[in-house]
């Protein structure tokens, strides 16, 4: 078993990799830390589900390479919700996503160096309202996706599987409440 992980660590290492949610960074990092700044539209399909349409910007940061440029950028998305707590929408999720972002090394806007990305991914969350009239909330999440981007000078990649540990903050409308 011990040579099993020494030759899948040696594999990837070899290998591509990138960090990610929807707002990604063609960077060597498996883990990933994300903030995001979002408005959020979900619209309440049953008792526990919803589909959420969401845009914003977020920066993100290489857990495993501290040392590297964060990447900022612009995303949209959409995400089919199951709520584990009935009628509540909000607090544990688990939701499919997938979304476009357009990204930037954080040091390098005056350079060339931009990325368009398709990232779809499942997700873990876990939201909370910062006010009783829910608009503004605050969601942690921890997510496993596959980045897509295209280098605008360089062409197009598929990267390994991610894992993000991030968090959102946003103004959401919740539409059909039951």
Known sequence: MKKLIILFAVFLSGLKISNA????????SIISNSYEWIFS????LGSRTT????????VVFSLI???????????IGIEPRYYFNPDSYKKSSLSLYGGFA??????KFYYNDQYVGFVPGLKYTHKSNFTKNEKYFYEPYVSISIPMYLEIDYGFEVMLPCITF???LGIQKLQGKI
């Open 102 to 107: 357009y990204m930037k090394l954080l040091d």
């Open 41 to 44: 539209y979900e619209k309440v």
């Open 21 to 28: 949610d929807i707002i990604f960074t063609p960077i060597a």
């Open 65 to 75: 390479m501290p040392s590297t440029i964060p990447l900022a950028g612009v995303e």
């Open 51 to 58: 589909i959420n349409y969401w845009g914003g910007a977020g």
């Open 166 to 168: 991030g968090i959102r």
